[in-house]
Every structure is written in C-alpha cells, then in structure tokens.
C-alpha cells in the first residue's frame, strides 16, 4: 500500500525556516518524481515543487525559488522540503504527492503538513 | 502561466443527478488535464487524467472529456459520498496550475 507522511510542520515566524519532510512506503521510491503541492486555510490547492526520481532535476514555481528547496535521499525513502525566509502568504497545509511517468498528475498525496507563519 | 477556470464554482444538487462541472485553459494544452476530488479535511484524490482516463479505483460514474482549451467532468449518478470539491489541473507546462474549484453540495 502506498503511503505518504508529512512531518515537520508548526509555528513559525517572518523571516524564519523550516523543513518538512515526507517518508514514503509501499513502492520504489527512487523510480518515482515527488512534488509539493499547498492548499492556503479555505484556499485552493497550488503546485510548489517538484523534484525528478534520481534528483537530478528540480522545479518550483516562481513565488517560492530561491527560498524553498526541495530534496530526497532515496536510501531513507524521504523527500524534503527547507524552507528560508518564509512569509505570512506561505501559510497553508503543504501535501507531498507522487507523480508517475507519463505525466505531472499526482496519483497518490500524504495527508498534509500544516505551516503557519505568523508573529 | 496556463490559467484555469472553473465553472460554476459551486453548485447544489440531489442524489441521483447527473452533474457537470467545466474547466476552461487560457491556452490549448492538449489533454494534459487531471480532475481531483477533495474533502474537508482530507488529501485530493486522483479521479481523471489525461483528459478521460479514469484512475484505477475510481467507479465509472465519474467520466472527462475535452481536449485543447474546454474540459468536462460529468457525475452521471451523484452519490452521497460524491458531495465534495473537484479541481482540475493540467500539467502541459511549468508551472503546473490548477482551477479555483467547483464545491458539490447538497440540495
């Protein structure tokens, strides 16, 4: 069974960092790109950033690249994401998702990190 | 960036209709195209992709169709478990978008 668990969410303030990571289970972990997607409070649902199987190649969309990083270490099964210098517009639950080949949909999501950033 | 749009963006209807919910791109994107089903509280759930294929798991009421710029997703049989908000998302390009939602409520 897939599976996909966020962890390191909480408070944080302007300015500040933070690392969520999510562990994977149930498939070949290496053979799969992994993306964060986040849904602001009431919000909908905006694609963050991506990250191909190998780790060769990365992606963010615009409002966060040059703060946010996204890596993996395939021998823990684990994907990251650091976030610096984070804003009150960042403020959301952000979810890991599974992307296979043939496409960037997102087959298989964790159950969410919620990040607050607030003073 | 390819900008989504959903319409209506919510609307109330009874067990047992038929449902149809459109997503519109500001460019052709082909049939790069994914529609979600989420829940209060919970995770997206894969239902289409490439414009009409159906997710493994997902029952045959649920159906898409489109390709270019206009897309469909149809509930031919709304089910109470079916009460949610359904996004669509295409992944032609960088970066991946989505629409602003459609939220199925309850007549």
């Known amino acids: 069974e897939v599976q996909l668990l966020e962890s390191g969410g909480g408070l944080v303030q302007p300015g500040g960092s933070l690392r969520l990571s999510c562990a994977a289970s149930?498939?070949?972990?290496?053979?799969?790109?992994m993306y964060w997607v986040r849904q602001s409070p009431g919000k909908g649902l905006e694609w963050v950033s991506g990250?191909?199987?190998?780790?060769?190649?990365?992606y963010y969309t615009d409002s966060v690249r040059g703060r946010f990083t996204i890596s993996r270490d395939n021998s823990r099964n684990t994907l990251y994401l650091q976030m610096n210098s984070l804003r009150a517009e960042d403020t959301a639950v952000y979810y890991c998702?599974?992307?296979?080949?043939?496409?960037?949909?997102?087959?298989?999501w964790g159950q969410g990190a919620l990040l607050t950033v607030s003073s | 960036a390819i900008r989504m749009t959903q319409s209506p963006s919510s609307l109330s209807a009874s067990t047992g209709d038929r449902v149809t919910i459109t997503c519109r791109a500001s460019?052709?994107?082909?049939?790069?195209l994914a529609w979600y089903q989420q829940k209060p509280g919970k995770a997206p759930k894969l239902l289409i992709y490439?414009?009409?294929t159906l997710q493994s798991g997902v029952p045959s009421r649920f159906s898409g169709s489109g390709s270019g710029t206009d897309f469909t997703l149809t509930i031919s049989w709304l089910q109470s478990e079916d009460f949610a908000t359904y996004y669509c998302?295409?992944?032609?390009?960088?970066?991946?978008?989505f629409g602003g939602g459609t939220k199925v409520e309850i007549k």
């Open positions: 998702a599974r992307v296979p080949a043939g496409g960037d949909r997102f087959d298989f």
């Open positions: 149930g498939f070949t972990f290496s053979t799969y790109a």
């Open positions: 990250i191909t199987g190998s780790g060769g190649a990365t």
């Open positions: 460019q052709g994107i082909s049939n790069y």
């Open positions: 490439g414009a009409s």
């Open positions: 998302q295409q992944y032609y390009n960088y970066p991946l978008t």
